[in-house]
């Protein structure tokens, strides 16, 4: 099973970035655990602040990756470009937030994104990856 869990704009700050909402781990610290938990499974990571960068990333692997796990940043709530993406992939995505965005700012209520993927999950820390997986590793296919 190959799955690429992939980060948007200032998430590359995890750690650093208002540690009360985002946590203190980076997600190159908590990366490795998530590998050593699912040791069966390829998981390919990749970051990018650049909506493009995202775009070009999504497309070279999701026509033979089993899986997307997307953490879209604030482009979840701008950007539909990221939506018709999604749409074009034969993967399916699995939309994923670090912090319950129902308990954040109204703008961040609203998900351009949420449509186009399998599901969403939030508000469970950087555990909200590992729950993602466990989706992809026990869909039917």
Do not use: W
């Not at 970051?47 to 990756?65: L, P, W």
């Amino acid at each position: 099973m190959k799955i690429l869990i992939l980060n948007g704009p200032n998430l590359n700050l995890l750690g650093v970035r208002e540690p009360g909402i985002y946590g203190n781990s980076s997600f190159d610290e908590y990366l490795p655990q998530l590998r050593a938990k699912y040791p069966d499974v390829e998981i390919e990571y990749y970051q990018s602040n650049i909506e493009g960068e995202m775009i070009n990333k999504m497309q070279e692997v999701g026509f033979t990756y089993d899986g997307i796990i997307l953490n879209a940043g604030a482009y979840t709530h701008t950007s539909v470009a990221l939506h018709d993406c999604i749409r074009s992939l034969k993967s399916p995505v699995i939309e994923v937030h670090i912090s319950n965005v129902h308990q954040r700012e109204p703008f961040r209520h609203h998900s351009l994104i949420s449509s186009a993927c399998k599901g969403v999950i939030c508000g469970f820390g950087l555990d909200s990856y590992r729950l993602a997986l466990e989706a992809f590793v026990n869909i039917d296919h």
